[in-house]
């Protein structure tokens, strides 16, 4: 599957921004699909993930109550809606997906990537 993500801009503390992946290539609804990010000089992390259908999702500690991931199998799409933006959510946002089964929350274990879109939060 390929994914392209987008929706990323430059957000003022405290604002809103919902990112967007479209997938082509295969049916989205075959994959879990997560969200990752990269600040600069850090490491790719797990923001949240979401089942196959839609009925589980589960997010890092430090978006939670935030962050909100959700998917519509039919318009082939994952949205990331961001609220309560801080500085320390500037980061890369990548989209992901993968076929492996259980909560996977490691970069490693998912297969297709998006390109990412900056996400900038200034104070």
């Known amino acids: 599957v390929q994914l392209q993500a987008s929706g990323g801009g430059l957000v003022q503390a405290g604002g809103s921004l919902r990112l967007s992946c479209a997938a082509s290539?295969?049916?989205?609804?075959?994959?879990?699909m997560a969200w990752f990010r990269q600040g600069p000089e850090n490491e790719r992390e797990f923001v949240a993930t979401?089942?196959?259908?839609?009925?589980?999702?589960y997010y890092a500690d430090s978006v939670k109550g935030r962050f909100t991931i959700s998917r519509q199998n039919m318009k082939n799409t994952v949205w990331l809606q961001m609220s309560s933006l801080s500085p320390e959510d500037t980061a890369v946002y990548y989209c992901?997906?993968?076929?492996?089964?259980?909560?996977?929350?490691?970069?490693?274990?998912?297969?297709?990537w998006g390109q990412g879109t900056q996400v900038t939060v200034s104070s």
């Open positions: 290539g295969d049916a989205l609804w075959r994959y879990r």
């Open positions: 992901a997906a993968t076929t492996v089964v259980g909560v996977p929350t490691t970069p490693a274990a998912y297969r297709s």
């Open positions: 979401i089942t196959r259908s839609g009925d589980s999702t």
